[in-house]
């Protein structure tokens, strides 16, 4: 399989950015871990963070055809993007959407998310091992995600 990890605003500031929210390991060595997974895994994964609501979008349409899923942690996008929502419907490829907190347990706001219904589940308060959760779904599913 090929992973699109997609990271919204912020996520470059990872290890730097209130660590203990978003734990110590930095975006770089992220990265570097789920490229790791990816390919023990005999899949690829690219990473792309963008600060942007328009990058966030142009990274989706790009994906179309490209990846066989995406693993979309959207930020604060998360609560009021609904271009972002249907970015994800247009691209047509199964998408989890990830959290590194649970955002559950923090403020009001924070408990809603616009895009995730476009999504084939929610992951979140797992810390970074969220994305590998992710990435261990579409493997298991085959390439072939099913709603749950």
Same mark, same amino acid.
């Given at each position: 399989? $090929? ?13 730097? %950015?209130?660590? /203990?929210? +978003? ?8 990265? $570097? ?7 023990? !895994? /005999? #899949? ?5 963070? #963008? @600060? #942007? ?7 989706? !349409? &790009?994906?179309?055809? $490209?990846? @066989? ?5 959207? /930020?604060? +996008? ?8 249907? &970015? ?10 990830? !959290?590194?907190?649970?955002? !559950?347990?923090?403020?009001?706001? %924070?408990?809603? #998310? ?18 590998? &959760? &992710?990435?261990? +779904?579409?493997?298991?599913? /085959? ?6």
């Amino acid at each position: 399989m $090929k992973f699109l990890i997609l990271n919204g605003p912020n996520l470059n500031l990872l290890g730097s %950015r209130e660590p /203990g929210i +978003y734990g110590a390991e930095t975006y770089d060595a992220l990265c $570097k871990r789920l490229e790791a997974f990816a390919a023990a !895994h /005999g #899949s690829t994964a690219v990473c792309v963070q #963008s @600060n #942007s609501e328009g990058g966030i979008i142009d990274a989706l !349409h &790009a994906a179309r055809g $490209k990846f @066989n899923a995406v693993i979309l942690n959207p /930020g604060a +996008y998360t609560h009021y993007s609904y271009a972002i929502l249907d &970015a994800i419907t247009a691209a047509e490829v199964p998408c989890i959407e990830v !959290h590194i907190s649970n955002v !559950h347990r923090r403020e009001e706001f %924070r408990r809603r #998310s616009v895009t995730a219904p476009a999504c084939v589940g929610q992951i979140c308060g797992l810390g970074s091992y969220g994305y590998e &959760a &992710a990435m261990g +779904y579409f493997l298991a599913q /085959g390439g072939t995600p099913q709603c749950v």
